[in-house]
């Protein structure tokens, strides 16, 4: 389960960490297209509206010189009329030539009279006011390039269509004017006759294979701005060059955050509380020997692992890691709760024993655990007596709030033992401050037994001391006959150790108590 665990933080952590790093770039090939496409399309549509109001600009002078001379009221190609023309045609810098038409026909143009004859060319595009387009004139003058005119009455003006879509320009692109319908009037550069119809039919913005444009009405006329793809290809490799190094440190910053999390929820700490919150740790009960009798007469309740594994931390970290971090409370609390039902099996098989808990220093300070304590063993039905608490001394800040709670823990029938007893500096004055019942000799005291080492004159006098105060004794960690024969002949009441078990489960430890207790001796 934890390995699962193990492997869905690190699944979901690649994937992130992958998303991450693509999303990013995504989203900067997203967002630069776009600015791209917005730039691109401000920049043609503001040569469009200028387009247009150059446009309607010539127009509307063209239209002033035409209404001018209708309302003078000149007829007939008198030398006045055509000088009036000329001057005309000089004076506005907007027309090429002023014309006169009388039956059907051009009888004078600012130039002179008109000895050949050129039919008068039915007008194509009306305009408001009475005026009308014709988009395709040829004059001799203008040696093969068609001009436009615009005609008031029996007076034409001719203009060069260049004039219309004359704005000077900061790149490459196709400027034009069409009628609203969509035919070309002027046009600068190439633009296909289809994509003006196009534009005509829907003016604004689009983009095909080859362009972009924009369009824009008004005054009866469509401008227009094209440019190459090309164009805003260009633009496009800009911003994403502008853009990219944000998307790459945003995806930085977030599989960085990600191998964070990641780090936090892989921690040993996050480990161990999702093992307490998903009850993946158990009890296992080391079997507590009397030593006069040779009989298992209880056991201490040691935390293991419900599955154990090589990757699983062994208690001696496990413990020391849940009091750095607060873990302890919750491991209490479970261990209560498992002793709790496993005893109510060892004494429903018929053992008469007890369970050793080990409460950590913070908990035997707060006595925050006794009321569980109690509401576990009254759901089970559990004398109080069959459960022992040990204590470290190891880790006590205020021994008297200790004292208060192990007092309390002995008036509710519990037996309390000092664990480990020796390896603190304040044993002794502990000893004597603290109302137990039973010290546990640390395994270093017993390992000294038989050997030469300077401790092993020692363990003699904690035997001695713990008689004269009338505690009974633990051995810890006794594993070789001769050390369980010189504690038996110093008068130590109780052993645990290898040489009689290591802590077993629940069942197993009925079964070992069964064939030791009831075996033959
Ligand atoms: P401890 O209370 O002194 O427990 C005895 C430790 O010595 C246990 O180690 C036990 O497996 C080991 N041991 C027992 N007999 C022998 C032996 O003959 N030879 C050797 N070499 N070792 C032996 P474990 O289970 O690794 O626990 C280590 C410590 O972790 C315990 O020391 C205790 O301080 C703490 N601990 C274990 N379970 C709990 C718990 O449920 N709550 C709290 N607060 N602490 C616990
Ligand atoms: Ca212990
Ligand atoms: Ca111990």
Redo the contacts with the bound molecule.
């Keep these: 389960m934890i390995a699962r665990r193990r492997r869905s933080i690190l699944y979901a952590a690649t994937l992130l960490a992958l998303s991450a790093a693509i999303l990013p770039l995504i989203c900067v090939s997203l967002l630069s297209r776009e600015r791209a496409h917005k730039a691109e399309r401000a920049h043609l549509a503001q040569y469009a509206g200028w387009t247009l109001e150059r446009a309607t600009l010539t127009l509307s002078n063209a239209q002033a010189t035409l209404k001018q001379l209708e309302q003078e009221g000149w007829v007939g190609c008198s030398p006045a009329h055509i000088a009036r023309m000329r001057q005309l045609a000089f004076d506005n810098r907007f027309i090429d030539q002023v014309g006169y038409f009388n039956d059907g026909k051009l009888a004078c143009t600012s130039w002179g009279t008109v000895s050949h004859s050129v039919p008068e060319q039915a007008p194509e595009h009306p305009l408001p006011g009475g005026f009308a387009l014709q988009l395709q004139v040829n004059p001799l003058v203008s040696q093969g390039h068609p001009v436009i005119g615009l005609v008031l009455g029996d007076h034409r003006v001719l203009i060069n269509p260049q004039r219309l879509v004359d704005v000077l320009r900061d790149g490459e692109m196709a400027l034009g004017v069409a009628t609203a319908d969509g035919r070309p009037i002027a046009i600068s550069g190439h633009v296909d006759n289809s994509l003006i119809s196009a534009m005509a039919h829907h003016t604004g913005s689009g983009m095909d294979d080859r362009n972009m444009f924009v369009s824009t009405s008004g005054a009866g006329l469509m401008a227009f701005a094209v440019s190459d793809r090309e164009e805003f290809e260009r633009r496009l490799r800009r911003e994403w060059l502008l853009l990219v190094p944000t998307g790459l440190i945003v995806s930085a910053i977030l599989i960085g955050t990600i191998a964070w999390v990641s780090r936090q929820r892989l921690s040993p700490e996050n480990e161990l509380d999702f093992a307490i919150r998903h009850r993946k740790l158990i009890?296992?009960y080391?079997p507590l020997i009397e030593l006069q009798s040779g009989r298992c007469i209880g056991a201490?309740?040691?935390?293991?692992w419900r599955r154990p594994g090589p990757d699983r931390m062994?208690?001696?970290l496990?413990?020391?890691l849940?009091?750095r971090t607060g873990l302890?409370e919750a491991?209490?609390d479970l261990?209560i709760e498992c002793v709790a039902e496993d005893l109510a099996r060892m004494l429903g098989a018929g053992l008469d024993v007890h369970v050793a808990?080990?409460?950590?220093a913070n908990?035997m300070e707060s006595g925050r655990f006794l009321p569980n304590l109690h509401a576990a063993l009254q759901r089970w039905g559990i004398p109080a007596s069959h459960i022992w608490l040990?204590a470290?001394e190891r880790g006590f800040i205020k021994p008297e709030l200790a004292c208060a709670t192990i007092e309390r823990a002995r008036a509710a029938g519990h037996a309390v033992s000092i664990?480990?007893f020796g390896t603190g500096y304040s044993s002794l004055s502990l000893l004597e401050a603290l109302p137990v019942d039973t010290i546990?000799i640390?395994?270093s005291f017993v390992d000294t037994i038989g050997r030469s080492a300077a401790t092993s004159v020692v363990t003699p006098h904690l035997i001695d001391m713990a008689h004269s105060l009338n505690l009974t004794i633990v051995a810890?960690?006794?594993?070789s006959p001769s050390q369980e024969a010189y504690l038996r002949s110093a008068g130590v009441e109780f052993a645990?150790?290898?040489?009689y078990s290591?802590?077993l489960s629940a069942e197993k430890f009925i079964e070992y108590c069964h064939q030791l207790n009831d075996g033959p001796n």
Excluded: C, F
């Excluded at 201490?300 to 293991?304: P, S």
């Design positions: 009890a296992h080391q201490e309740a040691l935390v293991r062994p208690p001696d496990l413990i020391p849940a009091e302890i491991i209490t261990m808990i080990n409460i950590s908990d040990e470290t664990d480990d546990k640390d395994k810890e960690g006794v594993e645990q150790g290898w040489l290591p802590a």
